[in-house]
């Protein structure tokens, strides 16, 4: 889980670095500081699972199984990324590891979570959905409907609320009268657990329960892991609305600083052992840069493709 | 050949393709037990195929759509009812932003064969919200198909088309059809997108038509032709693809087009046919493109001022009478 989260820091800064050498096309969420949640949850999913995920979504394809230089390609809007540049950092899927795709319409996922979930369900197979959302798409209206119907159907969806604090500027506590999101799961009937979303043991411990929930026909889960971005909301976002104690704050808690202080205890991993791990990512990411660079752009007629199957 | 309902076609279509195929399943309001959907359309499928496959939801319509399209990218074919075509707009962004545009993002690496039925039309004295005809909105997003059948026969081949399809399928259905019959071979049998029918021949006028108004124009032309006008009557059958060659062989044989459609005036499928032919062969006309379509207004309820908006066979005599 530790070369996971790695990973997932690692990219996202080579990403932002990528951004300001002007190779990024468009605009980047990156999820720095929220990688024990996709790491947590998708450590306990078989490949043959589903997710689905967000704008904010390179972490969850990358702790979900997807190949760091396609999703670096994709990002720079190249023909070999995921897909085939028509996608870019906000649409990226790989159906090959039950990534079904982030939807970059906030709230949206959820019912094509519930969709899959339905699938399984049809089809008589026991895998689950994991569905990945912000603390913004708890006010949408399919936040509603999908969960009830989820709920009501007893289908295999764990509903994952990344909660880090702000829908882009706007802070959670002027939009929801609830401390927890977690609690609106009471007007569904299915569990609501609200977790540090910065401990990926305890996002792990909390996903294990809700998957087997889901694995046994009992039905969905709705966890709330809450959390905070390191940057701000997008690329151009100085996130000037968070007051700097509260950075502060949270940065304290960076939930791979405090990962990497429980592994360093005694009995556990060493230190070589660690900057091994850090080597081999940081060289994973070099090569995915390196091919993401160096592949060609699609022809501009390839716009007119692939509208229709 | 035997005689059914537009209804019974398009329960005899979803009944013959859920037991070809058991990945085939409904969902929607009201679709199962007790109603068997508004319209009566699902009726008796729970009985045959149970209330897994036939399912009853919330009012939820984006979640049935979402749903819907979550079911079909991971190996199942959903047909989504909703139950009145001016719903769609709860469930726009399932359709529109999700359904439609999921192939195409994602690089082409998975299909959504998906259908979504629904009945548009005026003319029941329902008002505002469950009245209007909005093909048009649907027709203006790429990756959706638009199938506008307009008789048993074609609406039953038509939802089998779609149904085995690999693409999301937008169904229009109309309410002022349900009863009306219609002969429909009892032997296998599909209609193609993308072709359109011809479902009179003439000379003088060519009336594109969709849906209810293809009925309107047969009567106008079957009305003309004592008067010595020989019209020919084109029925798209499908707005998305729309088949243009046919649409334009006809007009350059007749010279004279005359566009009828229950939608909006304004932006709406008249505008878009009338627009294609104008671009690809004005040189064929004779005279100026007429449209017949309903004002830009909202539908009304009491009797005479819905039947005032609702294009009809008067109306449409009056355009042809214009160019003819």
Not at chain 1, 173 to 182: G, K, Q, W, Y
Not at chain 2, 276 to 283: H, K
Request: glycine residues 8%; contains cysteine.
């Amino acid at each position: 889980m530790y070369k996971k989260m790695f990973e997932i820091r690692r990219f996202e800064e080579k990403v932002f670095e990528l951004y300001a050498q002007n190779l990024v096309p468009g605009t980047i969420h990156l999820y720095a500081g929220e990688e024990a949640i996709a790491v947590g949850v998708c450590s306990n999913l078989r490949k043959d699972d589903y997710i689905t995920s967000t704008h904010r979504g390179h972490g969850h394809c990358i702790a979900k199984g997807a190949e760091l230089k396609r999703i670096m390609a994709e990002i720079l809007g190249k023909k070999t990324g995921y897909c085939k540049g028509k996608g870019g950092s906000m649409h990226i899927a790989d159906f090959n590891v039950g990534m079904l795709g982030a939807t970059a319409v906030v709230g949206a996922g959820l019912p094509i979570a519930v969709g899959a979930g339905l699938s399984i369900k049809l089809r008589g197979t026991d895998n689950v959905v994991a569905c990945f959302f912000g603390d913004g798409a708890s006010n949408q209206g399919t936040f509603h409907e999908a969960i009830n119907m989820a709920a009501i159907w007893k289908l295999p969806v764990i509903f994952v609320c990344e909660n880090n604090v702000y829908a882009m500027g706007t802070r959670q506590s002027t939009v929801m009268l609830v401390e927890n999101i977690a609690d609106r799961a009471i007007a569904y009937g299915i569990p609501g657990v609200a977790v540090d979303g910065n401990n990926v043991l305890t996002v792990y411990e909390a996903a294990q329960k809700a998957v087997e929930r889901a694995r046994t026909g009992q039905g969905p889960t709705l966890i709330e892991c809450k959390t905070y971005r390191h940057k701000g909301h997008s690329r151009i976002d100085p996130a000037k609305y968070r007051p700097k104690e509260e950075v502060e704050e949270w940065l304290r808690k960076d939930p791979i600083k405090r990962f990497k202080e429980k592994l360093l205890q005694p009995n556990t991993l060493l230190e070589t052992e660690i900057r091994q791990i850090e080597k081999e990512v940081l060289t994973k990411i070099e090569e995915a840069v390196k091919f993401a660079i160096e592949s060609p752009h699609p022809f501009a007629e390839e716009a007119l493709e692939d509208v229709y199957a | 050949m035997r005689k059914i309902t537009y209804k019974e076609a398009l329960r005899e279509a979803l009944r013959e393709e859920m037991r070809r195929d058991p990945t085939v399943f409904l969902l929607g309001e009201d679709i199962g037990r007790y109603w068997g959907g508004a319209f009566k359309v699902t009726k008796g499928l729970v009985e045959e195929f149970g209330d897994e496959r036939v399912r009853d939801t919330p009012i939820s319509e984006s979640a049935i759509i979402g749903a819907a399209v979550g079911a079909a990218i991971t190996g199942t074919r959903p047909v989504a009812e909703i139950m009145f075509g001016d719903l769609t707009a709860l469930a726009m962004d399932q359709i529109a932003n999700q359904a439609a545009k999921i192939h195409y993002m994602f690089g082409g690496q998975v299909k959504v064969p998906l259908v979504i039925r629904t009945p548009f039309g005026a003319g029941v004295n329902i008002a505002a919200h469950h009245s209007q005809s909005l093909e048009a909105w649907f027709m203006h997003v790429p990756g959706l198909y638009v199938a506008v059948p307009s008789t048993p026969y074609d609406a039953k081949g038509l939802l089998k088309t779609a149904i085995r399809g690999s693409n999301p399928v937008f169904f229009c259905e109309h309410k002022l059809l349900y009863p009306m019959e219609g002969a429909v071979p009892e032997d296998e049998y599909t209609v193609p997108f993308g072709v359109a029918d011809v479902k009179r021949k003439g000379s003088d006028v060519t009336i594109v038509a969709t849906l209810y108004m293809v009925h309107e124009a047969l009567s106008v032309a079957k009305g003309l032709e004592a008067e010595g006008i020989s019209v020919e009557v084109v029925d798209p059958r499908t707005l998305a693809p729309l088949d243009k060659h046919t649409i334009i062989s006809s007009v350059k044989k007749t010279g004279r087009l005359v566009v009828v459609s229950e939608d909006c005036k304004t932006a709406g499928v008249s505008a878009e046919i009338a627009a294609t032919v104008a671009e690809e062969a004005i040189d064929y006309l004779d005279a100026p493109i007429k449209r017949v379509a309903e004002p830009d207004t909202p539908i009304p309820f009491s009797p005479p001022l819905e039947q005032y908006v609702i294009p009809n066979e008067k109306s449409i005599i009056k355009a042809v009478r214009e160019i003819a």
